[in-house]
């Protein structure tokens, strides 16, 4: 089995020239393409695959996932996955509902759109300094971060540190200075999917997944801060549409994004299956071995999928 991940999935808007995203209709030819090569998994062979690790008949079937909520995901995603007969899974980060506003992660995505990438990482660098990145962490991230993106110059390195080395404490108010030093207003009311978008979406068999609260490199958190991240979030998606099955996403993925800490709590908060970010097929063994960690890999390894 294939799982793919999506994230942006829209149209192109001149208010973003760089912004990175899979256009709609690469979208739907993709679908084209692995409804013809490879075929969809089914919500009965997930359950079953969940339940005794039986693999659907035809090696090598395509789930699909969708992360951050995006508003997008309701405007073009979900007509398009109904209209196929379809099912996905979507992962939601609660901090925008309870708290409002946007993420730290969609605000740098918003700048890097918006605004040439060394031009955001000159700035960034001179207004960071040394005490706001913890000096221990720069050599385990160097290496495997943003390994699989394809990036404007200078993207990935502003992207590095603000989501890697720049320490959380600081962060929310440097993207602040940043966006008010190059007049860019963060204020998007409908970035993310609705609460009853979300519910929506839930009735009509579409799996809603937790992808914790703020979106953190959970790595970085301490087993309390991750066990908030994790139980806030399943609290709220609870309160606003049925969990048949509790299931989650590592923010970013990679095996640096989460840690044993993360697995024990998963475990311990009663979720099925988690998904992580690796480039090969879900096996049977996956679901011994790896169920808090499965394998998905990006749209962009697959025709079709690259961003405009
Ligand atoms: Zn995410």
């Given at each position: 089995m294939k799982v793919i991940m999506y994230h942006y999935v829209r149209r192109y808007t001149p208010r973003l020239p760089n912004f990175r995203f899979l256009d709609f209709d690469n979208f739907r030819k993709q679908l084209d393409f692995f409804g013809a090569k490879y075929g969809f998994v089914t919500l009965d062979e997930w359950c079953r695959y969940l339940s005794d690790g039986t693999m659907p008949n035809v090696p090598g079937k395509v789930l699909l996932t969708f992360d951050d909520a995006l508003s997008c995901h309701f405007r073009y995603v979900f007509p398009e996955l109904k209209s196929r007969g379809l099912w996905g899974m979507f992962y939601v980060p609660t901090l925008p509902y309870t708290e409002r506003g946007i993420l730290d992660v969609h605000r740098i995505h918003l700048l890097c759109g918006a605004f040439e990438g060394h031009r955001l990482l000159d700035y960034a660098v001179n207004i960071i300094s040394k005490e706001m990145i913890p000096e221990r962490k720069q050599q385990e991230f160097e290496t495997a971060t943003y390994a699989h993106q394809l990036n404007h110059e200078g993207v990935s390195q502003f992207k590095r540190l603000m989501n890697y080395f720049v320490d959380y404490e600081y962060r929310s108010q440097i993207l602040d200075a940043i966006g008010r030093r190059f007049g860019y207003s963060f204020e998007i009311p409908d970035f993310y999917m609705s609460v009853e978008q979300i519910s929506e979406m839930a009735d009509a068999s579409m799996i809603i997944g937790s992808h914790?609260?703020?979106?953190?490199?959970?790595?970085?958190?301490?087993a309390a801060e991750q066990s908030l991240e994790i139980g806030s979030s399943f609290d709220f998606l609870s309160s606003v549409c049925p969990l048949p099955v509790r299931t989650y996403c590592h923010p970013y993925g990679g095996f640096h994004s989460f840690n044993d800490n993360t697995i024990r709590l998963l475990n311990g908060f009663g979720v099925k299956f988690s998904f992580n970010v690796e480039s090969r097929e879900v096996s049977d063994r996956d679901r011994i071995h790896s169920i808090q960690y499965l394998p998905r890999f990006d749209c962009n390894e697959f025709q079709f999928g690259s961003a405009s």
């Open positions: 914790t609260r703020s979106h953190p490199v959970m790595s970085r958190l301490s």
